[in-house]
């Protein structure tokens, strides 16, 4: 795990190790300053003039400022390290990320990702800043400061010394009691929030179906629990500051007496006031190094559970991946599934493709049908390579999609999710997706295939108009046409549309697909729909029924012979014969230029206001 | 900045720790004054400690030269059990109140989060609909993170510092006002050092929330978005946009720390300096035997000059450390200032006094009355002020609107005169472009907003006066957005009705059509659903949801392109189940697929916030307005 993250200081390797050195310089300062002092107080106490007072004092100056500097110089590499580490592991983060495969997507969900890249980050930073300083200091000034105070008080140290075990077997049992409780109350602290954020999410819900009072009555409990859990960790915690003192305060009254005792004894020749003063300091030193340690002992621990979330993240295999000699040319857009089977997970029961085998010739245009849950999404999803078959091969102009280098192979297969997405930007960097390069004219070509000039050159600031985070502010229509131009733009040999054009109206779409039929004679394109009237003119129509397919064939074909496609087509075209016939109808009553005055009445027995219909 | 506004900023900050303090005393009246007196006493013990060295002193300065042990041991001996005592207290209270704080910080964070979600409980849908998510939830994390770090520790560091500080203070002007005055001015330097360094340091820090912020946002919005940028390779593109805003927040971020970091050495080294300087003019005032001025009225000796240099180290420290919590605590008030701000958000009036009832007809009189059995039958109970009388009006589910206008906000109406009658057991369709006011209307019926102009009556009761639950409770919804909560299917199902046995949640989904993908779930009814119902489709999701509308059994009902999601051969089989479970009822339905609304025995089609048609499906297609234009598909729903 620290292998892995320590791979992230890189460039800032410098700061990480000039950070230890500058603070034992400044430690090693520190630490003679007491020494100094001891001096000093002798001299004062000797009634020295204040002549015999200063070269002593001077040093001591001195001292003060080249350890000023030090401390100085320590905190601005430190600052450069930890937070340039963070930079770095963040960036590693993300760009591990971009490689992960859409199986690797599916294992962590996006809003763990996104505490990792964050909450997690920020922890182990804390924790590298304490380690590369205050975990150097601290043990350094714990010896120097040890060192010292037996150069002073020579055996009177030795009670410093026996508070250690002691201090020692003390924090062990507090951590040791203390970490599992954090491990478990952590979880439930995320469990939580989330259930705050479904509540944010969801208040329609709660409201709608007044559960103001449930949802409060949920909140307490688990809120409850999760401080129950925190105040017995920090408890235990609570115990680390007092038993410090205690032991401090111990050897305080313990050298005290011992001390007193060696300079009057030996009539301050072994042992001064100076230098119990001294003892003291040091004393102190000693303290505040072990509060320090004992503090970065709990940081880190709690980090820790951060660092290998992170590592989980930086050390998974991207599952799919460039081949070694990898193919990157697409020779046409065929497309072969020899006995294609495919589950998401290796232990999941059900196949979710089974024994496809399907060949579709270049150009060729095949509609995609079938219910919720049928595996069209899945289907497709495998010529792209977002996913590999679990058994079979799957080939792309007539090569195995899995000797293609990934970035040729999906500059050739082009797909309109169903769960499609637009960027933060404007529509013209949207569509660049498609391009990077494209011309104006080349957007404005694509945008009209794709019949989204109609309302983008309504908005007042045209194709510059700014899209909000994930296309809130354009509707599904208009969020559906702008993917499908910037799918265009690629001009790919195998374009898929998943379910693209649901929210668009029956007649835009037909023109949708007339414009691509002429943009895009040779692509082969696959059409995933809902709508009959959106797939009945393709080449073939394949019918998915619970990951397999129930049929394939033309229109009339398949009118024959599968009955799901004539109970959908019948259900849907019901209503279109009828539109017709009555349009029929009226417009022989438009040309007897009759308008009927029945029409404006409601249904129901209350009257309507009169006029308002006609406003 | 200019003056005034600093000044007021600075009001606000006093004004939000005052309030916070108050707070932290309400929630703990006992416990929290004790932790304080543990924590006074602590400090107080800490910086007497001095006191006795000094002592110790004075005995070793008479009995040194003579070396007699045997004389000066009683007297240490008496001076270091006393010592010994005070310790003892003193680490017992400090064991006392870090235990008692660790009570008192968590148990107000808890008090406070539980606190803040009821209110939010509370708010009116405008305040979702106008703040951002994120927004909302960091109260829940950043802003009580913040806050857990100022209370536990620089509330009490805060305390403990000027405690010592004062009783250092005091014993120092015991033994000598001109030993204490030098030090006082090297304090003045120190704390000019501490506001410089730390003020810029607060700036960075409030700065580094907020480019974290801004890489948040960016990532979340990438992470989302995962799939497609890996369909349309922009991972390149995507890692330059993300290394841009990294390397800003690196740049504050630094610089944050840059100055947190070199506070410490700072203080402590000009500790130090303060220390040499403290010396050197105690061995001044004893070469010159300057006269001392002192409470004690003690001669400056140099039993009074060593206890000094320890007490400055003391003093120097204690400063040190609140240096250290000046960043949690500019962040902690920011955080602290932001619960308020949704701690003070108006909640959800509701006047209504008219609530719904269980009834049954009374066998003898034949007129309803109210009951506590779950009979199917609900009435209104409607007490007149007046004249202090009940009426029970039962509940058939006539909704009429009449020459409603509404606006979001004040300047910007978008409903413009409009009426809707729907008799009991109608459905009655609303179509139109995105944008025409469809999912405005039903806000309004069930009262997620408030009319500006005209009247809303339901079974002849203007809504305003039914409370607000009551109302919601008879009106089930079912929204094209579907949010599931943590918990099984079941749990999910029966979110719609508490009290609904098993059973009644599987005939529930089963009417919903929803019973054939549950079965067929790894643990069908038992399956833990969580981040919203994410590994479910979004059909499915709306499969859930209809059924959870079903097991509430409501009187009414809105479905809000409930079935947007679902393949018309399932929405067929689900219509089946709806129109089975609507039957007898009065339904409201927003749908752009006309399929959906063709049955209707009401289409309202809407236009920019009017109502420009309604009728029939056959009135509405022979009158060959609008309505037949979108049905023969002359132009989308958009």
Redesign the interface.
Known sequence: MIKTLAASIRDYLKPTIATPILVLC?VAC?MT?PFV?AN??D???E????AQ??PT?GV??A???V??F???A???T???A???F??NL??DL??R??????AN?DAF???S??TR??TDI?NVQQAF?LII?IAVRAPLVLVFAFVMAYAMGGYISFVYLAMIPLLGIGLGLIIHKATPIFTRVFHKYD?L????????????????????D???QK??TA??D??AD??RA??L??????MM??CV??A??VI??LG??L??????TAFD??QL?ST??YG?QILMSLMQLSMIFVMVTMAEESARRICEVLQAEPTIANPAEPVREVADGSIDFDHVSFKYSAHA??QALDDIDLHIASGETIGII????SAKSTLVNLI?R?YDASEGTVRVGGVDVRDYD??AL??QV??V?Q???L??GTIADNLR??D?DATDEEIREAAHLACADE?VDGFPKGYDTWIE??GSNV????KQRLCIA?ALL?RPKVLILDDSTS??????DAKIRAGLASYLPDTTKLIIA??VSSVQDADRIIVMEGGRIASIGTHEELLETSE?YR??FT??NK?TEE??A??A??RE??SADAE?P?????????A??GG??H? | MSKPATARKGARRSGTLVRLIKLLFSFYPVLLPLVMAGVLLCGLINSIGSVFLQSALQVISTSWQTGDWSAAQPKILQIVLTLGTIYIIGNLSSLFWNRYMAVVTQGSLEKLREKMFNRMQDLPIRYFDTNQRGDIMSHYTNDIDTLRQMISQSLPNLLQTIIVLGTVLFIMLYFSVWMCLVIIAGIVCMVFLTKMLGSNSARFFLAQQRELGVVEGHIEEVMNGQKVVKAFCHEAAAEADFDERNERLFEVSQKANMYANILMPVLMNLGNLIYVVVALAGGIFLALNVPNLSISGMPLSIAVVVPFLNMTKQFCGQIGQVSQQINAVVMGLAGAERIFDLLDEEPEADEGYVTLVNARVNPKTWELEETDERTGLWAWKHPHRADGTVTYEPLRGDVRMVDVDFGYTPDHEVLHGVSVYAKPGQKVAFVGATGAGKTTITNLINRFYDIADGKIRYDGINVNKIRKSDLRRSLGVVLQDVNLFTGTVMDNIRYGNLDATDEECIKAAKLAGADDFISRLPEGYDTMLTGNGSQLSQGQRQLLSIARAAVADPPAMILDEATSSIDTRTEAIVQRGMDALMQGRTTFVIAHRLSTVRNSDVIICLDHGRIIERGTHDELIAKKGYYYQLYTGAFELE
């Open positions: 400044e520190e300053i002092t000093l107080i001299t004062i106490k009634g020295a003039s204040v007072i200063l004092a001591l100056v001292l003060a400022v350890s000023l030090f401390g100085a320590a905190g601005i430190c600052s450069h930890s937070c340039g963070a930079k963040r960036h993300f760009y990320i971009q490689t992960f495969s859409f997507i969900s996006s809003s990702l996104v890249l964050t920020t800043m300083r469990a929030n989330e259930s705050v954020e479904e509540n944010v999410t969801g208040m329609r819900v709660v409201k709608s179906y007044v559960r103001e449930y949802e409060k909140f307490a809120a409850q999760v401080c925190f105040t920090e408890k915690l609570a115990f680390n500051n007092p003192n205690f305060n111990g305080f009254v005290i007496y007193s005792k300079i009057i004894t030996s009539q301050a006031v100076g003063s003291f300091t102190f029961e059900r079938g219910g919720t849950g792209a977002l990934l970035d999906r500059h082009a797909m999710l769960k499609n997405v960027f933060s997706w498609g990077a309302f985070q994930g509707s599904g229509g208009q910037r690629r929210a668009v109206d029956t007649k835009t809902q709508r799901i109970e959908t259900s849907q209503m539109a017709e009555v349009e109808a009226a009553l438009e009927d029945a029409v404006a009445t409601a249904a129901d027995g209350y309507l206001k308002e219909a406003e």
